[in-house]
């Protein structure tokens, strides 16, 4: 079968939060959306409130993915602890609490695993090497499909892991620069990808944030809080189509919603 798969660029601010409760119930019947993963680690600007995670999931997520802010609201830990449906990355250290990977019950008797991984560049040190985890994460356990979310700052680094992939997985997607990449592709052996997701959150904003706290910072002025910046917002996502039988994606395209 051909298995659409949607993921939902890094939610930021409870606007971001309240935009994709009303949008994406939508985009996944107007897409026939079999599997949805988000990444929600921005939810509550550094962080995930429980109460996000539930509403991310009544809109529509099968999977929340996280990232560097993971630890950010520490109210998160016991959920993470409770439900296998929230990922942090898989190659921090053996010391942290959750899970960085699950493999989940698909349409028609599929099984997908889904995987989330933190980068090293620009990033913090302390996180075991994404490649060689992923090579750990891929001899344990069997699925129909694997998807990744590769969280990391740069492009090099997703591009190096969706060639490392390709064959071994069948679709990655780049999150947390909040930019929308359009590079949209498919590699040889199957592997869709894209190097950035995007953000579902204030479009009028330096990467979810207010302008003016961006610039603040950037002028070296005296640090401060980052909200979230207020106005419109939009949501980013990106569809992959799977044939479930070649195990090979078919197609990668854009879901951009503006607000
Ligand atoms: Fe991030």
């Known amino acids: 079968m051909e298995l659409r798969v949607l993921a939902i660029g890094d939610v930021v601010g409870e606007s971001g939060v309240d935009f994709l409760c009303r949008h994406l119930p939508t985009l996944r019947r107007q897409y026939d959306i079999h599997f949805t993963v988000v990444n929600g680690e921005n939810a509550a600007s550094n962080g995930l409130m429980p109460q996000q995670a539930r509403d991310i999931f ?10 560097n802010h993971t630890w950010g ?20 250290t ?11 019950d698909g349409p028609r008797g599929t099984t997908i695993r889904v995987v989330n991984l933190i980068g090293r560049c620009s990033m913090d040190s302390n996180f075991d090497n994404p490649f060689t985890k992923m090579d750990e994460i891929l001899k344990e356990g069997d699925a129909t499909l694997t998807l990744v979310d590769f969280h990391a700052e740069a492009t090099s680094e997703k591009g190096a892991m969706a060639w490392y992939l390709d064959g071994r997985a069948q679709a990655l997607w780049g999150t947390h620069t909040h930019v929308p990449t359009a590079d949209t592709q498919v590699f040889p052996k199957g592997l869709g990808f894209v190097t950035d997701l995007g953000m579902t959150g204030p ?9 003016s706290q961006a610039i603040n910072r950037f002028l ?28 090979r994606c078919l197609s990668v395209e854009r879901v951009d919603i503006d607000g």
């Open 94 to 104: 053996s010391r942290a609490p959750g899970r960085g990977w699950g493999i989940f």
């Open 73 to 92: 609201k520490r109210q998160i830990v016991d959920e993470m602890e409770r439900t296998p449906y929230i990922l942090r990355p898989a190659n921090y």
């Open 203 to 211: 479009t009028q904003s330096v990467i979810g944030i207010h302008p």
């Open 220 to 247: 070296g002025g005296l640090p401060q809080r980052f909200q979230p910046a207020d106005g419109p917002c939009g949501m980013d996502g990106v569809l992959f189509t799977i044939d479930t039988n070649t195990r």
């Open 58 to 67: 009544s809109a529509g997520a099968d999977v929340i993915t996280m990232g």
